[in-house]
């Protein structure tokens, strides 16, 4: 990533520098090589929208992927990122890659290693890494966050895919009727208006709007094109995504779902970190920004009940963080003393109640969205042609 720098050269001489590097603390540090003082730093694309910036992510799944078939091949950790380094294209990555193996060949571990960067090896797989490195099984962590990541990828697939077809539904639907009020209903205007004949009420409502929007088409064009700039803007701040999820959590059949959605990320997440040998405070303090603010203030207050002696069962029953299939499951771990594999089978029961919710809603609301975006063409339509109607009936 490119960062323009400005730094103090000598005593009194300010300069201006373009620099590449992974990070602004990168950044800060090849000026200071320089013999520099870094006065101000910042990205030389912060000035658009965190939206519109285009940087390109660290592949964390494919190089946790081919990390793992290299050192099954027998590589020992040095090489294996050595080999990924040598192969990589992208620039970031491979100085990525380059760091972890210089820091490696300092004495640290890869997990200290990662930590180092924050901004590419999430919480989540550090902690991992750095649990298998206590018990020697780098490889079945690699295996676990894999496998991991494919299940949240796979829940997260079925719900884009499923609303791809009503989104491609709206879309043409308000082109059409865009196009109905824009193009044709001017045209009927102008036909009746040599008639000389009163039109009904809705008809020359329709009539006025279509003139309207006829007339007005590019001041229409810009609100439409700022206010969906203006969304994705609004999106992209954190605070406003929150406030449009508490707003859909208040709607009650929406709002379980998504308590459900969460939950099965938050058991699935937990039970990978306690199979890579992470204890169970630390592990929930780490996957608590898994959840809402206010199932977060839940999960304080089980880890609170949990440091004073009680079971992690009831604990989350008392904060209301499980339901009752997943409640009796979390007791039969307790006993069974395999909480990791119960979590995750938790978060494969809510996954496929999840899946089977998500199959039934898109067959309900699809048919409800092609009735009345019909509804809508029909009904412009109709008024279109009232007055033709009306004309035909007279002349009878």
């Given at each position: 990533?490119?960062?323009?720098i400005?730094?103090l050269?000598?005593?009194?001489?300010v300069?201006?520098?373009?620099v590449?590097a992974?990070?602004?603390?990168?950044?800060?540090?090849?000026?200071?090589?320089?013999g520099?003082?870094?006065?101000?730093?910042?990205?030389?694309?912060?000035?658009l929208?965190?939206?519109?910036r285009?940087?390109?992510?660290?592949?964390?799944?494919?190089?946790?992927?081919?990390?793992?078939?290299?050192?099954?091949?027998?590589?020992?950790?040095?090489?294996?990122?050595?080999?990924?380094?040598e192969?990589?294209?992208?620039?970031?990555v491979r100085?990525?890659?380059?760091?972890?193996?210089?820091?490696?060949?300092?004495?640290?571990?890869?997990?200290?290693?990662?930590?180092?960067?924050?901004?590419?090896?999430?919480?989540?797989y550090?902690?991992?890494?750095?649990?298998?490195?206590?018990s020697g099984g780098?490889v079945e962590?690699?295996?676990?966050y894999?496998?991991y990541q494919?299940q949240?990828?796979?829940?997260r697939?079925?719900?884009?895919?499923?609303?791809?077809?009503?989104?491609?539904?709206?879309l043409?639907g308000?082109l059409?009727?865009?196009?109905?009020m824009?193009?044709?209903?001017?045209k009927?205007?102008?036909?009746?208006?040599?008639?000389?004949?009163?039109?009904?009420?809705?008809?020359?409502?329709?009539?006025?709007?279509?003139?309207?929007?006829q007339?007005?088409?590019?001041?229409?064009?810009?609100?439409?094109?700022?206010?969906i700039?203006?969304?994705?803007?609004?999106?992209?701040?954190?605070?406003?995504?929150?406030?449009?999820?508490?707003?859909?959590?208040?709607?009650?059949?929406?709002?379980?779902?998504?308590?459900?959605?969460?939950?099965?990320?938050?058991?699935r997440t937990?039970?990978?970190?306690?199979?890579?040998g992470?204890?169970?405070?630390q592990?929930?303090e780490?996957?608590?920004g898994?959840?809402?603010p206010?199932a977060?203030?839940?999960?304080?207050?089980?880890l609170q009940?949990i440091?004073?002696?009680?079971?992690?069962?009831?604990?989350?029953?008392?904060?209301?963080?499980?339901?009752p299939?997943?409640?009796?499951?979390?007791?039969?771990?307790?006993?069974?003393?395999?909480?990791?594999?119960?979590?995750?089978?938790?978060?494969?029961?809510?996954?496929e109640?999840?899946?089977?919710?998500?199959?039934?809603?898109t067959?309900?609301?699809?048919?409800?969205?092609m009735?009345l975006?019909?509804?809508?063409?029909?009904?412009?339509?109709?008024?279109?042609?009232?007055?033709?109607?009306e004309?035909?009936?007279s002349?009878?």
């Open positions: 990533m490119r960062y323009e400005k730094a050269r000598g005593r009194d001489e300069v201006m520098l373009a590449e992974l990070d602004a603390n990168e950044a800060a540090l090849q000026v200071q090589g320089q520099c003082a870094v006065l101000s730093i910042r990205a030389s694309n912060a000035a929208p965190s939206f519109a285009r940087r390109a992510a660290f592949p964390l799944v494919l190089f946790s992927q081919e990390l793992l078939a290299l050192l099954n091949a027998g590589l020992s950790l040095v090489e294996a990122l050595e080999a990924l380094s192969k990589e294209a992208n620039a970031d100085k990525t890659l380059e760091k972890l193996v210089s820091r490696l060949y300092e004495g640290q571990t890869l997990s200290s290693a990662m930590q180092d960067l924050p901004a590419i090896f999430p919480p989540l550090v902690a991992t890494v750095r649990a298998s490195e206590k780098i962590a690699l295996g676990r894999v496998a494919a949240i990828d796979q829940v697939k079925k719900i884009v895919n499923a609303s791809i077809y009503p989104v491609l539904l709206m043409v308000g059409v009727v865009l196009f109905l824009a193009y044709v209903v001017p009927f205007a102008a036909v009746y208006e040599g008639t000389n004949r009163d039109l009904p009420l809705l008809s020359r409502l329709l009539l006025d709007w279509g003139g309207l929007l007339q007005h088409g590019m001041l229409f064009s810009a609100t439409v094109a700022a206010l700039l203006g969304a994705g803007y609004g999106l992209s701040r954190p605070y406003a995504r929150q406030a449009m999820l508490r707003r859909l959590q208040r709607i009650p059949a929406v709002g379980q779902r998504m308590h459900i959605y969460q939950l099965a990320r938050f058991y937990l039970g990978m970190l306690l199979k890579g992470v204890v169970i405070v592990a929930m780490m996957v608590s898994l959840l809402s206010e977060r203030t839940s999960l304080q207050l089980a009940d440091r004073e002696g009680r079971s992690i069962s009831q604990a989350m029953e008392a904060r209301q963080l499980t339901t299939v997943a409640l009796r499951m979390l007791r039969v771990g307790e006993r069974a003393g395999n909480m990791g594999d119960m979590m995750e089978r938790i978060a494969g029961f809510y996954d109640d999840m899946a089977r919710w998500v199959d039934w809603f067959r309900l609301f699809e048919p409800i969205l009735a975006i019909g509804l809508v063409i029909g009904a412009i339509v109709v008024l279109m042609y009232l007055p033709v109607f004309l035909a009936g002349l009878q």
